[in-house]
């Protein structure tokens, strides 16, 4: 003997896919279920995290050393003592600030100091005795 639905129990299933609490369980479903996708799509193309750029210092002067610090976003201050000129350092950060301080070897000495994003000079100060360069985006 075949296990049949009666035409009663068949309308009872059909009534209840469109029972308005089902349809919106199934459409908040699917919206969790496009969220968490979204997400870790986000998350595999690299979004969600800041870009990192190359900050180029470059300090040059009259003076054989110089006395330079130097730092990107909030990060320590870094000092470099009697740096022989010319002088360059790169660091990739994200910070979106960068600056450096300088400080020639003689009192009289000229001095630069020049930061460098992309290839392009943003900052750039020569003068006698010290000089200062900073960025910020």
Known sequence: MENRNTPRQLERARDSSRNPLTRVILIAAAAVVLVIAG????????????????????????????????????????????????????????????GIRVKSGTDTGKITCRILLGGKVVDEETAIGSATCTYAD
Request: glycine share 12%; net charge negative; no cysteine.
């Open 39 to 98: 997400v870790g799509i986000i998350f595999a193309v690299g979004g969600g995290e800041e870009d990192t750029v190359t900050y180029v210092y470059e300090v040059s002067g009259t003076a054989e050393t110089a006395h330079i610090s130097y730092n990107v976003g909030t990060d320590k201050l870094t000092e470099v003592p009697d740096a022989a000129l010319p002088w360059r350092q790169s660091i990739a950060d994200s910070a979106g600030w960068a």
